[in-house]
């Protein structure tokens, strides 16, 4: 992984993780899913004695994105998300955000396309459309440094849930296979909820593929 430092916060009713990849020369820090609690994010921040540069989200549920706005403002950086995510973000009733007491409507800045790559924290970093979970669900890919950050497309040993507007069975296997087909074994997966795992640990045991 080199320069990539990665830490987490589980945060949030159903403790997501959010997670704060730093970039250990510049200090530069990317945001990935700022779920809750606002307050422990900047306190991590601070720990980590880093320099927020973006926020990342992989979708636009509100166990993902309570806390994104906070995020934006206080430090005054970019909110990346699929262009597919957009209604999601926008809505509070698909966001689900009013069933929660924080209606939460707000605007991606930087919306990527599938398989762009981007820099970001001094980093290149594919989007990958991974549709199944919601219409805009999204992975984030550093190649350089063999890590994917999921959010709740893929599971360790499972893929998310597919129950909620938007989702599809159908569709998130085959974004799980798009993953799975494509990357390479040693990839080391963070995802939205639970446990890290890798590439090559999905393709042998993930029931799903």
């Not at 080199?2 to 830490?7: C, F, I, Q």
């Not at 997501?16 to 900047?42: G, V």
Request: aromatic letters at 10%; one cysteine or more.
């Amino acid at each position: 992984m080199g320069r990539l430092k990665v830490e987490q916060l589980v945060l949030g009713p159903v403790s997501t993780n959010c997670y704060f990849a730093l970039n250990q020369e510049t200090k530069e820090l990317l945001i990935i899913d700022p779920a809750d609690q606002p307050e422990r994010i900047f306190q991590k921040v601070a720990q980590m004695e880093g320099t927020p540069v973006a926020v990342l989200l992989t979708h636009g549920h509100f166990d993902h994105i309570s806390a994104a706005e906070a995020v934006r403002d206080r430090y005054d950086i970019p909110v990346y998300a699929c262009p597919l995510e957009t209604e999601m973000l926008w809505e509070p009733s698909v966001n689900m955000t009013q069933y929660y007491g924080r209606p939460v409507s707000m605007k991606a800045d930087k919306m990527p396309s599938d398989l762009e790559v981007f820099e970001a924290a001094g980093f290149k970093v594919q989007m990958i459309f991974t549709p199944g979970h919601t219409k805009g669900s999204c992975c984030y890919y550093f190649k350089d440094e063999d890590v994917l950050f999921s959010g709740d497309t893929l599971f360790h040993g499972s893929v998310g849930r597919t129950d909620f507007p938007g989702g599809s069975s159908a569709q998130i296997v085959e974004s799980l296979h798009r993953l799975v087909d494509a990357l390479p074994e040693d990839t080391v997966v963070y995802p939205g909820h639970d446990t890290s795992t890798t590439i090559g640990y999905e393709k042998r045991y993930n029931p799903f593929v």
